[in-house]
């Protein structure tokens, strides 16, 4: 998409900044993200890297672009229809796994400490044990 369509394909996001549609569509879907994680966190062994990127994609500090990637990730997971059904035991999560682990990749450098902090708090995660070296 050319940067004059994106510029036409606006909408005034939460703080007064325009987002292109489909990155407010995406976001809207990806609301969905803690709820979900909340009831199945313990079947999910990447529930605090989502709720991170989530937490990261929320921040006015995230560059838009990152913000799109992981606004996607996140509304994959919480879309009803995807590869992979969710309930099936130990598949289930593969391509979801494997999304967020695409999107970490690509931008997983805007993902901050504390992105990670405050999804450990919302999942009731522990803090990580310090290095003692």
Not at 67 to 77: E, I, M, N, R
Not at 117 to 131: C, F, H, I, N
């Amino acid at each position: 998409m050319s940067d004059a369509a994106e510029i036409i394909n606006t909408v005034k996001g939460e703080g007064g900044v325009y987002l292109p549609k489909s990155i407010q569509r995406n976001e809207r879907k990806a609301r969905g993200v803690i709820p979900k994680l909340l009831r199945l966190a313990g079947q999910i062994p990447f529930a605090d890297d989502l709720a991170s990127a989530y937490f990261a994609a929320r921040d006015p500090l995230t560059p838009i672009k990152a913000k799109a990637v992981l606004f996607a990730a996140g509304a994959y997971f919480v879309m009803p229809v995807d590869m992979v059904p969710d309930v099936l035991a130990g598949l289930g999560f593969t391509d979801d796994a494997t999304v967020l682990a695409t999107a970490l990749a690509v931008v997983g450098m805007h993902v901050k400490d504390r992105h990670r902090a405050l999804a450990r708090k919302v999942l009731r995660l522990p803090e990580p044990l310090k290095d003692a070296t």
